[in-house]
Antibody, heavy 118, light 107 residues
Framework: EVQLVESGGGLVQPGRSLKLSCLAS????????MNWIRQAPGKGLEWVAS????????YYADTVKGRFTISRDNAKNTLYLQMTSLRSEDTALYYC???????????WGQGTLVTVSS | DIQMTQSPASLSASLGETVSIECLAS??????LAWYQQKSGKSPQLLIY???RLQDGVPSRFSGSGSGTRYSLKISGMQPEDEADYFC?????????FGSGTKLEIK
């Protein structure tokens, strides 16, 4: 069974940093591209970043480019999102998601909540 | 960026009724479209990918269709467990983008 478990969320002040993790199990992690998607409270879904299986290809939404860094450690079956210069508009539930055969999101974690507030 | 215009924003349906949700892409996306269901307090779940292919385990009352820039999700026979938010997503090119969502409620 595919499982994705996010962690690392919390309350952080504007301008500070936070690192999210997503531990994967139930599939060969090194074979799949991975993604971060977020959802602000009561709002829709926003794609944040994607990384290919070997980290060769990385993409970001314009809203986070230059502030967030997606990475992965295939030996640890873990996906990361390093977030810096956080803003109030980054407040959201952050989901880790595994891609399908193409760039859709076949499996989702339960999410980790990031709240940016002073 | 490809904009995904989803409609309606909300709708209510009676049990057994057939409902449709539409997504219009700002440019052609070659059937690279997925649909997700999100129940209250839960993570989204993939229903349909490649515009019309049913994800494993998804009931056959769900179906997807469309081409070019226009796509739709149909639920043939509304069930209580179908009350949820639904989102479309284009997987054609980066940045990946979602529709704004449709809230489906039981009448």
């Amino acid at each position: 069974e595919v499982q994705l478990v996010e962690s690392g969320g919390g309350l952080v002040q504007p301008g500070r940093s936070l690192k999210l993790s997503c531990l994967a199990s139930g599939f060969t992690f090194s074979n799949y591209g991975m993604n971060w998607i977020r959802q602000a409270p009561g709002k829709g879904l926003e794609w944040v970043a994607s990384i290919s299986s070997s980290s060769s290809y990385i993409y970001y939404a314009d809203t986070v480019k230059g502030r967030f860094t997606i990475s992965r450690d295939n030996a640890k079956n873990t996906l990361y999102l390093q977030m810096t210069s956080l803003r109030s508009e980054d407040t959201a539930l952050y989901y880790c998601a595994r891609r399908g055969m193409a760039h859709w999101f076949a499996y989702w974690g339960q999410g980790t909540l990031v709240t940016v507030s002073s | 960026d490809i904009q995904m215009t989803q409609s309606p924003a909300s709708l209510s349906a009676s049990l057994g009724e057939t409902v449709s949700i539409e997504c219009l892409a700002s440019e052609g996306i070659s059937n690279d479209l997925a649909w997700y269901q999100q129940k209250s307090g839960k993570s989204p779940q993939l229903l349909i990918y490649a515009a019309s292919r049913l994800q494993d385990g998804v009931p056959s009352r769900f179906s997807g269709s469309g081409s070019g820039t226009r796509y739709s999700l149909k639920i043939s026979g509304m069930q209580p467990e179908d009350e949820a938010d639904y989102f479309c997503q284009q997987s054609y090119k980066y940045p990946l983008t979602f529709g704004s969502g449709t809230k489906l409620e039981i009448k």
